[in-house]
């Protein structure tokens, strides 16, 4: 469905300065995957994913998205994607059902097919009660719900989410996902998200791939992920000594690794943590080391991040970007048409 080689997008912010946003980008995604591209803020996501929906042109590199190379056919490649930006994307004067009925309009649907298709998504994403209300009136995840409807008017094979659930509370959150998730199983439909929340990305995506200085520095399920890159975490506690002798019980575990000890503390990271602790345990005991407490903390998305850059992952979202970084968003430069 997308096959992307050595994308590359520059943004020419003075004569004398050049921001690299994309450098040399490599992905795959086949027929019905979702796939989540996670990275902080300037990371070169948005970028990615407007230069495989058309918006702008990669500086070097090649794609091809359902078939169609993204420079030499735009038009071919648009009418089988759906795109949802960051923004909302319809108009606030305008009526819900009246937008939807326009959208189909551009896509070249009758009115009849076009009226019929408008109906079909108001039901499917529980905004027919809504149909006749102005855009403005709509709430933060009704105008998100409405978004993703334009974005499937034309029943694309391909779906592209860029960060669909920013700004929205839990509650609406869970049920944007819940429409988009049958809506995906119903159409077979291929879906790319980018997206901040790593829960979002670890329970829904297929696959999970990293972005970071413009470059793909991981890209794997995301239990794959958490398994190589991170591990679990065991936690324990005794008084001094036990402590210090505890800490060389924990390193001469089999596969322990980064073993610290902060006063009473001491963690490491194991492969297997629920099989690990139990056998630490009994080392223990036959030591004579009394134990306080013991815990096992199964990784996150957040700390493959952290694992692969010496960063957090919801830390780094909220870095401003700079010119060895990039722009998250480049449709707000000057420079980007």
Do not use: C
């Not at 855009?135 to 094979?157: I, K």
């Not at 602790?277 to 493959?304: I, Y």
Request: hydrophobic share 40%; no cysteine; aromatic share 2%.
């Amino acid at each position: 469905m997308i096959d992307a080689r050595s994308l590359t997008r520059d943004f020419v912010v003075s004569r004398t300065q050049t921001v690299h946003a994309v450098r040399g980008i490599s992905l795959r995604i086949e027929p019905g995957e979702l796939v989540a591209l996670l990275g902080p803020n300037g990371a070169g996501k948005t970028t990615t994913m407007r230069m495989l929906t058309t918006l702008i042109a990669p500086t070097s590199g090649t794609a091809t998205v359902a078939g169609h190379d993204v420079v030499r056919e735009p038009g071919q490649v648009r009418r089988h994607i759906g795109y949802v930006g960051q923004g909302n994307g319809a108009g606030h004067t305008q009526r819900v059902h009246d937008e939807l009925r326009t959208q189909g309009a551009i896509y070249g649907l009758d009115r009849r097919a076009a009226r019929r298709r408008a109906d079909e998504l108001l039901a499917a994403l529980d905004l027919t009660e809504l149909a006749g209300r102005k855009v403005s009136a709509l709430s933060g995840g009704q105008r998100r719900r409405l978004d993703v409807a334009m974005g499937l008017v034309h029943a694309p094979s391909l779906l592209f989410l860029d960060e669909p659930s920013t700004g929205l509370d839990p509650q609406n959150r869970a049920n944007l996902w819940e429409h988009i998730l049958r809506m995906r199983a119903e159409a077979a439909m291929t879906v790319v998200l980018s997206t901040h929340y790593l829960d979002e990305a670890d329970s829904m995506a297929e696959r999970v791939v990293i972005v970071d200085h413009g470059e793909v520095i991981a890209d794997d399920s995301a239990a794959a992920l958490k398994a190589k890159l991170a591990g679990d975490r065991i936690v324990l506690t005794a008084d001094e000594p036990d402590a210090r002798s505890l800490a060389r019980l924990v390193d001469r575990l089999p596969g322990a690794r980064e073993v610290t000890r902060t006063g009473s503390r001491v963690e490491a990271h194991v492969a297997d943590g629920p099989a690990a602790l139990p056998e630490l345990l009994r080392a223990a005991v036959e030591a004579g080391v009394r134990v306080g407490t013991a815990q096992v903390h199964q990784p996150t998305l957040d700390d493959v991040f952290l694992s692969l850059t010496g960063r957090s992952l919801r830390e780094a979202g909220h870095e401003e970007p700079t010119a060895q970084g990039s722009p998250q968003d480049p449709q707000t430069r000057k420079d980007v048409p």
